[in-house]
């Protein structure tokens, strides 16, 4: 960009450029920089791990066995009016969830540094994302293949 810019104020001080074309330059080159720089945006928040894996599943019960059986995971918390388990140790590893379809991984979750649902709304929405927020996923963004990627503090 300073080639650019030294290139305009030499064919200014030449004469070959007008200061009215020189100063529209000048603003397109800034107009340009804001709009790269905007492309560039990071979030406010970082992705520090995956927190947890949702699967839809047709037998609850055995997947319930399976999971406890293969991998020692208990109970951590239940939702049985929407038909939910979570599994784990301490905390939620996998979520089991009694939907059609089955045989789905329905979402996964993305714990991420200093999560304020606010402020991560508005990080997302700069970025041309639009968060939403249901029973089965929470408080999720759809990747760019369509599928429910959660956030949650890390």
């Known amino acids: 960009m300073e080639a650019v810019i030294s290139n305009l104020v030499a064919r200014f001080e030449k004469g070959a450029l007008s200061r009215r074309e020189l100063i529209r330059g000048l603003a397109m080159l800034a107009a340009a920089s804001g709009t790269a720089a905007a492309g560039l945006q990071q979030p406010g928040f970082k992705g520090v791990k995956i927190d947890h894996i949702s699967i839809q599943v047709t037998n609850l019960p055995r997947s319930i066995d399976f999971y406890q059986k293969l991998f020692g995971f208990s109970v951590v918390s239940e939702d049985k009016g929407n038909e939910i388990v979570r599994l784990g140790v301490n905390k939620t590893v996998v979520s089991l969830h009694h939907k ?23 990080d997302l929405k700069a970025l041309g994302v639009t968060p939403a927020e249901n029973i089965d996923a929470g408080f999720h963004v759809k990747d760019p293949e369509g599928i429910n990627v959660q956030i949650v503090q890390g």
Request: glycine share 4%; hydrophobic share 35%.
């Open 100 to 122: 059609s379809p089955t045989a789905t991984v329905d979402h996964f979750a993305i714990g991420v540094d200093h999560f304020d649902k606010e402020s991560v709304t508005r």
